[in-house]
């Protein structure tokens, strides 16, 4: 099957359509709150949301058939996506939604990098020069004159 017909290509476009919708939906929902609130309250509907599609695709596995390894690092990338939540809503709530949700994306140059360095995946020169271009990109989204 080609590469754009691939199932997980599908579910990233999905990923980054919502992730769009939610730099916009976050800078409305952020307005008259404050962002730690905001965060709560996002977190919820996540939790009751992932809940029933568990309910619904009848996916629930049991806990103590994790292996430790497995929930210590489910955890750690909780706490991380807490804090990562946490600091993109107060930016949010400081400032423009089209400049936040670029410097948020920096993320991609991180894990191409964070990928490189602790999992050992290797990049190809192009896939390096698509890095740089992101972060390029990034910062002429982001600068304002």
Known sequence: ???????WLVW????AAFAALTAILAKL???AVNPDFATF????????????????SGSWQAPATIPARTWL???????ATGASWL????????????????IDKLSVVLVAIFAALFLGE?????????????????LLVAWRP
């Open 122 to 138: 290797r990049l190809a020169p192009a896939n390096w020069l698509g890095v740089a271009l992101i972060f390029g990109g990034v």
């Open 12 to 15: 990233a476009l999905l990923s």
């Open 29 to 31: 929902g952020v307005a």
């Open 87 to 102: 600091c993109y809503f107060r930016a949010l709530k400081l400032g423009e939604a089209a400049r936040v949700a670029p």
């Open 41 to 56: 309250v996002r977190t919820v509907v996540i939790v009751a949301a992932a809940a029933l599609m568990l309910f619904v």
């Open 73 to 79: 690092f489910l955890v750690l990338s909780g706490l």
């Open 1 to 7: 099957m080609r590469d754009y017909l691939q199932p």
